[in-house]
């Protein structure tokens, strides 16, 4: 009698394992798609200063920080830019202002890793008076291709 009770229950568990089955190891009802690639496009940034500093505020950090991650697999095929520092009295320090402030982007962009052998950045302080008092940044355009290894 013992036999065929432990006969009947290891039936019932072997009929019934199916049931407890993973459902991951079903094959998918709908179509896989390959995620999309990325695409590496031209990218504007503009890096605004505190008048009368070079010094990167925390938001233009922010704002490198995330053209780092947007530029992910990309690689950086030329930068051109416009330094602008209408915020100094005389021609001169609006041109050493510019200076600086080119000289901090580029030392944080390069700090992010974002380089290119081909880079054209001039220099702008002759803003008009409608324009001069936000004149105090330095605005870029890089130019990407997707990045390739080997």
Not at 58 to 86: H, K, M, W, Y
Not at 91 to 114: C, P, S, Y
């Amino acid at each position: 009698m013992s036999k065929s009770i432990i006969t009947a229950c290891a039936a019932i568990t072997a009929f019934s394992l199916p049931a407890f089955a993973d459902d991951a190891r079903t094959p998918p009802t709908t179509p896989y798609y390959a995620p999309a690639t990325q695409a590496c496009e031209e990218v504007n940034l503009t890096i605004y200063f505190e008048p009368g500093t070079a010094d990167l505020t925390p938001f233009a950090r922010d704002a490198i920080r995330e053209t780092r991650e947007q530029l992910s697999g990309c690689s950086v095929t030329s930068i051109d830019g416009t330094a602008t520092a209408n915020d100094a009295d005389t021609d001169a320090d609006k041109l050493t202002l510019a200076d600086a402030r080119r000289a901090e982007v580029m030392k944080a962009l390069a700090a992010h890793g974002i380089r290119s052998a081909q880079t054209n950045l001039k220099t702008n302080i002759s803003a008009s008076e409608k324009e001069a008092i936000m004149a105090r940044n330095v605005g870029l355009t890089l130019e990407t291709t997707p990045a390739q290894v080997g």
